[in-house]
């Protein structure tokens, strides 16, 4: 990846990264170590991005991906999820009918990773089943399975 481009999507993008980050994690400091982490990855793997999709949509993957691996490293290495120190406040989460917050996160945090992209895009996001199926390249019903599913847990 040649340098100017890299310094343009670092311009373009490098505040949502963040913020994506920022959303998941819910620390400024694991946030910044989010964003370094995925702009490395683009540095490396930019070259072999394939243009299927936006590049927004495949930086966006990254941070997702890594803020998530972030959790699950820390959960491993904790063996119990410190949920308060990620925890978002209501009014600002999209969480809907949820109460528990706490338990939102550990059940999500359990997830597999397409499950957890879409429980988070429904819930936090808000983005509806068909965009997140758009989203993410998958059926409308697939998402709707993996909600229910989740749903289902929460139970």
Known sequence: ??????????????????????????????????????????????????????????????TTNCSFDLLRQRAKHSHTVQLEDRSVPASESGIKNIEDRDLFLKMVSQLDRKAQHIVYLYYIESFTQQEIAVFLNISRKTVGKKLKKFQQKLR
Request: glycine share 4%; hydrophobic share 40%; proline share 0%.
């Open 1 to 62: 990846m040649d340098e100017e481009k890299f310094k343009s999507y670092y311009q373009q993008f490098g505040h949502l990264v963040f913020k994506r980050a920022r959303a998941i994690v819910s620390n400024d400091e694991d946030a910044q170590d989010i964003v370094q982490t995925v702009f490395f990855r683009i540095w490396k793997y930019g070259d072999k991005f394939k243009r299927k999709s936006e590049i927004f949509t495949w930086i966006y993957r990254i």
